[in-house]
């Protein structure tokens, strides 16, 4: 993610679920969110502590077991090979099953890091990780290639892939409201009397979280096949819910 509280924002219930059935969550945040304030005596270096510690506490609410902050300036990250090469060498180091980013690839107005992170990590989820030439040093290093199964990209304007996040959404109030230097004052009850309102207007009270899913490794056939015969195992069947 690009900033501290994006994920909470776009993935928290998501993040609380698979934490819930014993998934290993890593964060990585690319920018310190230092410029995310409209306070006349607040400076970046202050603001980028205090919303490295709002989104460790986020991280220790879901379960998050580990939380990487790269600290580049909010704002001016760019799209460009060192960036890239960190990237695929956490990829390699962590070797998830699943990634979920912002989409770049949306056609409207988007954030600059948005754009950019999603970008940086398609580019690097395919191919660079999985060819050990990218990045040789990584494999002198003890860090070898690797494939990523799913890409769950977060922010699309076509999302084809929907979490439920019902049983989960009280914990994603709690990870957002993390973020006190954010959100104003907004409480919790905020957020409750949102939901009833959406409960009113769209008759029913599943809260969900919406991504495009890209699949690397495993053919569409495949998945025709699993879901005939679901006691096959792979890792991406057990991550997330399909629903
Ligand atoms: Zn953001």
Redesign the pocket.
């Known amino acids: 993610m690009?900033?501290p509280d994006?994920a909470e924002f776009v993935c928290g219930g998501t993040v609380a679920k698979w934490c819930a059935e014993g998934w290993h969550v890593v964060y990585v945040v690319v920018t310190g969110g230092d410029k995310g304030t409209h306070d006349p005596d607040m400076y970046p270096e202050k603001l980028a502590a205090i919303r490295e510690e709002e989104q460790r506490q986020a991280c220790r609410v879901l379960g998050v077991k580990d939380c990487i902050l790269l600290g580049y300036p909010d704002g001016f990250t760019t799209d460009d090979q060192e960036l890239r090469g960190q990237i695929v060498r956490l990829l390699r180091q962590h070797r998830p099953d699943v990634v979920i980013t912002w989409d770049a690839f949306k056609r409207g107005f988007n954030?600059r890091?948005?754009r950019n992170i999603g970008t940086l990590s398609s580019d690097a989820i395919y191919p660079l990780v999985r060819d050990r030439l990218f990045y040789e040093r990584d494999e002198e290093d003890g860090h070898e290639a690797h494939e990523v199964n799913d890409v769950l990209l977060a922010g699309s304007e076509e999302p084809d892939y929907v979490v439920d996040v019902s049983e989960h959404w009280s914990k994603k109030v709690d990870a957002i409201l993390c973020h006190a230097s954010q959100i104003g004052d907004r409480t919790r009850e905020d957020f409750v009397r949102g939901r009833e309102e959406q409960r009113k207007r769209e008759g029913h009270d599943r809260v969900e979280e919406r991504f495009r899913r890209w699949t690397i490794r495993r053919s569409p056939q495949a998945d025709k096949d699993e879901d005939k015969k679901p006691e096959e195992d792979s890792a991406a069947e057990k991550a997330p819910a399909r629903n």
């Open positions: 690009a900033h994006d954030h890091d948005h």
